[in-house]
């Protein structure tokens, strides 16, 4: 009884193979190998077929050579030529603009102290939010050196006890602290 049951799945089997490799409209590409499916492809033929391409690359060469292209002109070789740059000077690029942002002392009462290290010159702007996030007063709004930067506001009556938010922001980069008002 088993050798039937064999016979007749290894017919169907055959059968189903001849209508696949008898219909080439819907087959691209069909491979045999010692009486055994390896590949069947099956070609779309409508017009507006959806194109797949991946879009992060999975060739590492490439991937290492977009991220190199980053910045033209460094180079960790140690050859002498004046447009190396070392590994020290590669991550001083990268440095944060803005650093080590402080306001003291906190609770606030009539003044506030802003001390931060800037890695480049910049422009700074240094605003006060409220609990909403809505701007209050702009302390500070101009162009500083590179360096540490340390800075004295008086705020007098601008501002009635509470919470707020102190928004430092140079270039591309925003820090935010906290404070209380007195």
Known sequence: MNNKKFTITFSLVLIAVALIV????????????????TTVKLKDNRANRPVFTPTI????????????????????NKQGNKNNKSI????????????????????????????FTLSKENVVIVKV??????????????????????????????LNS???????????DSVIKRISVL
Request: neutral net charge; aromatic residues 8%.
């Open 22 to 37: 008898s219909n080439t409209a819907f087959t691209k590409n069909l491979t045999l190998a010692d009486s055994t499916f």
């Open 57 to 76: 690359s999975t060739d590492f060469q490439s991937f290492m050579l977009k991220i190199s292209a980053v910045k033209p002109g460094t180079s960790l």
């Open 88 to 115: 020290l000077g590669l991550v001083n690029d990268v440095a944060k603009p803005l650093d080590n942002v402080k306001i003291f002392p906190n609770p606030v009462s009539d003044h506030l102290n802003l001390s």
């Open 129 to 158: 939010l409220d609990v909403l996030g809505n701007e209050v007063a702009t302390l500070l709004s101009q162009k500083l050196a590179a360096g540490e930067q340390s800075n004295s506001f008086a705020l007098g009556s601008k």
């Open 162 to 172: 509470g919470l707020y938010f102190v928004r430092v922001i140079a270039g591309s």
